[in-house]
């Protein structure tokens, strides 16, 4: 019972990475050279979730030239704020998934301990 309530805390916290390496990403879209972040989720050896934060490594550079035939490059961003928006969206669910968990859990758990009484 307990071990259920604790994997699906580590499937919160989990879930809140992916928010925070979003999050991060978002609000670096527009800096130059910026290199995203990738939040990887895998089960956990003893039950739960293990998150690792993985960074990308490629560059993208953009050659781009003026007015006056002057040409300069320079190192975009490579963050997708569609793919961004995705992850959010499934961290959103795996948050209410682990809650409502957790919720029938602690109902059970009730339950049982007005069924010892």
Do not use: C, P, Y
Not at 29 to 43: C, I, K, L, M, Q
């Amino acid at each position: 019972m307990f071990a259920g309530i604790s994997h699906s805390l580590s499937g919160l916290a989990a879930a809140q990475a992916k928010i925070n390496s979003a999050a991060h990403n978002i609000a670096n879209a527009h800096t130059s050279g910026f290199e995203n972040t990738r939040t990887r989720v895998d089960a956990a050896g003893s039950g739960g979730a293990q998150v690792t934060l993985d960074q990308s490594q490629n560059s993208l550079v953009s050659r781009v030239q003026g007015a006056s035939g002057d040409s300069f490059e320079f190192e975009s961003s490579q963050v997708n704020l569609e793919e961004e928006v995705v992850n959010l969206l499934i961290a959103k669910r795996s948050f209410e998934v682990n809650v409502k968990a957790i919720e029938i859990q602690d109902q059970a758990l009730g339950t049982l301990l007005d069924i010892i009484e």
